[in-house]
């Protein structure tokens, strides 16, 4: 399964590495932003130089691609790559592995007792069960379903309305929702970046570290790392006690597997001494030309909140042994470290502080800001679907013992969107043949619905700053480092939520988070 799990990757990896969708030809640039053409053109000059701009199948690089390029032909050939890595024909396909390992997944399972992959994977989680966490992804499925069909009808009016006689299918839905977002929100996500400096964005998340648990960076010069893109901090405590290294390692290359991701060189314990933990964040934000500044979108901005969560939960951790330490809980329970922190990045007061205009150093404009903040909700329906899709996907793959007589895990695939309604117009987040997250191992497998299990937690969580009224309030904070940050794997999840905030938590803080509560 080792092995497996490897090649899988590295069929990914080569897929990815292998796609450019050159730009030469006349129109080719057509609507594409100076950020998207900054990079596209470093892209071209990583890949050898043969072409002035190409686009990638790196995310920071094809999703707005997909948003601004006015070239239909083009968006669409770029989404069909995008959306059918892993699934070549050739010797990168990864359609029999998956079957493989699905196979012995199911197999593994039986031996252990279990009726399934799937139950032998929840029996240790939040969750408990199969049936809890499908019981939540058809609860938020229901209203998102409504929601996205209620999207989907806007951006087909749009679409006629500028004469465009199409049906919208999934390559022009980031492209109309961005244009919908403008006239809704007046809002243009060329825009926002020059307020998003990458710089500013870190200094953003350590300072909101800073305030909620009193840490300390100092950025390390003179330091060993493995590619020179990389930088690294030293973390420590308010009294100068030390807590960790933390890695940064920012910008898409190919060598590098896409996604976003926090992994730990070494985990903090005290069976062996005083250890103290080394936690790098990998990302894959588009690098800018020599001299220039790289800016973020606002998802990208996101993500890197996200993973600074992760990497947060694995500095902070305070156990004894390294097999509870940091990051090694119930995999519906790790996501809400990661997810809860994501809260700070929309806080008003945290972007007057950090997003600053990366030229004239002055704040975002309190108007921008305001419609910023009010598009939050905005393509809900369409972000909760193709997320929900996904796990529904991973889950009822695991249930099956499919793989054991030759799983068409296409047909699968096919089969169980067509039962729970899957619209036309949007794609799976991750279609099976390359869905790193549940086949490159198996920590996410049966899994992947832990994102939406621990947002009902970090939705239900931050609400406890707010009752506070204090969005950094140090009690609430100091109960979260305790039970949640820095307590590792010690305690049951259930009850280590209870003991941060009182209670068990509501869905209903998520359902109003995306916006889907009158759903």
């Known amino acids: 399964m080792a092995e497996l799990g490897t090649n899988f990757s590295q069929n990914l990896l080569a897929d990815e590495g292998a796609f450019i969708l050159p730009l030469d030809g006349d129109g080719d640039l057509a609507g594409l932003p100076d950020f998207l ?103 938020v499925w229901t209203p998102a379903h409504a929601r996205a069909g209620t999207e989907r009808d806007r951006l087909q009016a749009l679409a006629s309305a500028e004469g465009a006689n199409i049906a919208i299918g999934p390559h022009d839905w980031r492209h109309y929702a961005e244009k919908l977002r403008r006239a809704e929100h007046d809002l243009d996500e060329g825009e926002i970046k020059p307020y998003l400096p990458l710089d500013g964005v870190i200094a953003a998340s350590f300072d909101t570290a800073e305030r909620l648990f009193d840490l300390r960076f100092e950025e390390l010069i003179d330091f060993p790392r493995y590619h020179p893109d990389v930088r690294a901090w030293a973390v420590r405590n308010a009294d100068g006690s030390e807590v960790g290294l933390f890695l940064g390692d920012y910008f898409a290359r190919s060598s590098k597997r896409s996604g976003a991701w926090m992994s730990a060189f070494r985990s903090q314990e005290r069976l ?103 598009a939050r909700a905005f393509n809900q329906g369409f972000s909760t679907i193709e997320y929900t899709a996904s796990a529904i996907v991973d889950m009822t793959l695991h249930l099956s013992s499919a793989g054991e007589n030759g799983l068409d895990v296409l047909a699968f695939e096919a089969d169980a969107l067509q039962r729970i309604g899957m619209p036309a117009e949007i794609s799976m987040r991750h279609r099976s043949p390359h869905f790193a997250h549940i086949f490159s191992g198996d920590s996410y497998a049966a899994g992947y619905y832990s994102y939406l299990w621990s947002e009902v937690l970090d939705a239900d969580a931050f609400d406890a700053f707010r009752e506070a009224g204090d969005i950094f309030d140090r009690e609430t904070a100091a109960r979260l480092r305790k039970f949640v940050y820095g307590a590792g794997n010690l305690r049951d999840p259930g009850e280590a939520y209870i003991a941060f905030r009182g209670r068990l938590p509501s869905i209903d803080p998520l359902l109003r988070k995306r916006g889907l509560a009158a759903a």
């Open 272 to 374: 062996n001494g005083t250890i103290t933990p080394i936690i790098v964040n990998v990302m894959n934000f588009a690098k800018a030309p020599d001299g220039e500044t790289p800016l973020l979108s606002f998802d990208d901005a996101r993500t890197l909140f996200h993973e600074f969560g992760h990497a947060l939960h694995g500095l902070l951790s305070n156990v004894t042994y390294p097999l509870l330490s940091g990051t090694a809980v119930a995999g519906d329970f790790v996501e809400l470290p990661s997810q809860l922190y994501e809260h700070w990045l929309e806080q008003p007061q945290v972007l007057r502080a950090h997003a600053k205009h990366y030229r004239t150093g002055e704040p975002m404009p309190e108007e921008l800001l305001k419609r910023l903040l009010a």
């Open 37 to 139: 053409l900054s990079a596209a053109a470093s892209a071209a000059k990583d890949r050898g130089g043969e072409h002035g701009h190409v686009i990638t199948l790196s995310r920071s690089l094809i999703e707005p691609f997909l948003v601004f390029s006015t070239r239909r032909d083009l968006r669409e050939k770029a989404y069909q790559a995008w959306i059918r890595r892993g699934e070549s024909g050739g010797a990168t396909d990864n359609r029999t592995i998956i079957a493989e390992i699905v196979a012995l997944r199911a197999e593994r399972a039986r031996l252990l007792g279990f009726d399934s992959f799937a139950h032998f994977k929840l029996s240790d989680t939040m969750a408990g069960s199969p049936d809890a966490a499908m019981d939540l992804l058809r609860n």
